[in-house]
């Protein structure tokens, strides 16, 4: 696979830094040990799916992971390696390993070039215990983990979707908060960026995703592709701190019963009012067309019935953009961020059009301790005035709140090198199913130790 060579490639140029003239390389060992409860750890809204021992678990997550990094004039790296053990209390049945594996390369070919490169693959067995960001909600927002996230989990550093994907790129695939069914899941991209004159800059991406259930009837595979360009200038001669971009995208989306392809443009800027206050915001439209394949069942005489498969084209046009209110004190920092667009929903077994609104908030209480609070609610739907997505009639919607409080070790901080810290957050979120009318919900208690020290700095 394409997404495997790339790491193969960043792999070489970790192990031989010499070869790109190495200026910094790091490595950073990881590990944590995480003590949960988890009122459903299914967490399905079909009551038929029960376990002989309950919904509810105690379950531990072992976890070990290392992030190597190379930095050159030219050339940014990052290789990350993470496995998860989770062991439960009284489903031993579930026991299993989660495997993380992502990489990124940047390189500086002119002044004004660049081009990167970023590959992921992971392996889970339960997604409903991991921290899985929902579709269309910004880089590093975790439903049961309030904090900013570590090397290697989505959103971080060498994480899906951290730093590095580059500006206006869409996540690949993303998913809803489903039952707990094994789940593989890969993303690549490919993007360059050039520098027109100081105002003005140019990117065009191409990123791909991939989802497999493994031996699931319930649940389609599914692969998604996006091209985007955006066109970014700065207008601070007008207004101070005033920038403003176009986008442009293409998507498609394959599931074994659809096919989804669609074209959209949007127009935003962000501005900083001052030192603490900021806003960005993007308005625009989707022309999307689908093609569904349906099973139709016609009665014949005598007593007889013919399947026929049948094809459905449909088009039709939607509106997206966002807008989000940022806060950055010395203390404290939050935003209020609403989201619509075309997504693929993985695990409702379709495309859909997604709204979603976030409330983010954190707070330094000194240098050590710190809380943070995070509330979402989205909604799915495939079936609008205008637009048919999916053969699957999806109507979900899904909300979770969670907080908690770290504590960071002040003799690490003290040191300027490595991170230990101690965490306790509760997390609770529900989906219901508006279509078969049936909801879940959970709440989930955590306590987890991290330890991380980086060497060769």
């Known amino acids: 696979m394409n997404c495997r060579r790339w790491l193969m490639v960043i792999i070489v140029l970790q192990c031989y830094p010499s070869l790109v003239w190495g200026d910094e390389f790091r490595l950073v060992p990881a590990a944590s040990i995480e003590q949960q409860y988890n009122s459903n750890i299914l967490l399905s809204t079909d009551p038929l799916i029960v376990t002989p021992s309950g919904k509810g678990d105690f379950v531990t997550i072992v976890s070990l992971g290392a992030d190597m990094v190379e930095r050159t004039e030219r050339l940014d790296t990052d290789l990350l390696v993470r496995f998860d053990k989770l062991i439960y209390a009284n489903h031993g049945d579930l026991n299993d390993t989660n495997q993380t594996y992502s990489g990124r390369a940047r390189y500086q070919v002119t002044p004004q070039l660049g081009i990167s490169c970023e590959a992921a693959y992971t392996k889970n067995y339960n997604p409903t215990l991991n921290i899985i960001p929902l579709p269309g909600l910004p880089p590093g927002l975790y439903p049961i983990q309030p904090f900013p996230p570590l090397p290697g989990e989505p959103g971080g550093p060498g994480g899906p979707g951290g730093p590095g994907t580059g500006p206006g790129t869409p996540s690949p695939t993303a998913g809803a908060f489903l039952e707990a069914v094994p789940w593989r899941h890969i993303t690549a991209l490919l993007a360059a960026n050039y520098q027109v004159d100081e105002t003005t800059s140019a990117t065009i991406s191409y990123s791909y995703g991939n989802d497999y259930y493994y031996n699931n009837p319930n649940y389609q595979n599914d692969s998604s592709q996006n091209v985007t360009a955006v066109v970014t200038h700065d207008f601070s001669q007008y207004l101070p701190y005033l920038k403003g971009w176009l986008n442009l995208n293409y998507n498609y989306y394959w599931l074994p019963d659809s096919r989804n392809n669609g074209i959209s443009g949007t127009v935003g800027f962000s501005w900083d009012f001052n030192e603490l206050w900021s806003i960005s ?19 014949i ?11 459905l084209n449909n ?14 004190g010395e203390y404290m920092n939050g ?3 609403y ?13 859909a059009v997604s709204d979603s609104i976030v409330l983010q908030a954190g707070y330094s209480l000194t240098r050590e301790w710190s809380t943070a609070l995070t509330a979402a609610y989205q909604t799915y739907r495939s079936d609008t005035s205008n637009l048919n997505l999916s053969t699957n009639n999806v109507n979900y ?5 969670s907080t908690g409080v770290r504590y960071m070790l002040p003799e690490f901080l003290r040191a300027g090198t490595g991170r230990t810290s101690l965490e306790a957050f509760y ?4 989906n219901h199913d508006s279509v078969s009318h049936t909801k879940a919900d959970r709440n989930l208690f955590t306590v987890r130790l991290h330890v991380e020290y980086p060497f060769f700095e």
Do not use: C, D, H, M
């Open 281 to 299: 915001s993007s308005i625009g439209a989707t022309l999307q067309r689908s093609e569904l394949f349906v099973t139709q069942f016609i009665p």
């Open 301 to 311: 005489p005598p007593g007889l019935i013919l399947v026929a498969r049948e094809t």
């Open 315 to 328: 088009s039709g046009w939607s509106g997206v953009g966002g807008v989000s209110l940022n806060y950055k």
């Open 335 to 337: 935003s209020l961020t």
């Open 339 to 351: 989201n619509k667009g075309i997504t693929l929903a993985s695990g409702l077994n379709g495309a």
């Open 397 to 401: 919607q899904t909300f979770f709140i």
């Open 427 to 430: 997390g609770y979120n529900v």
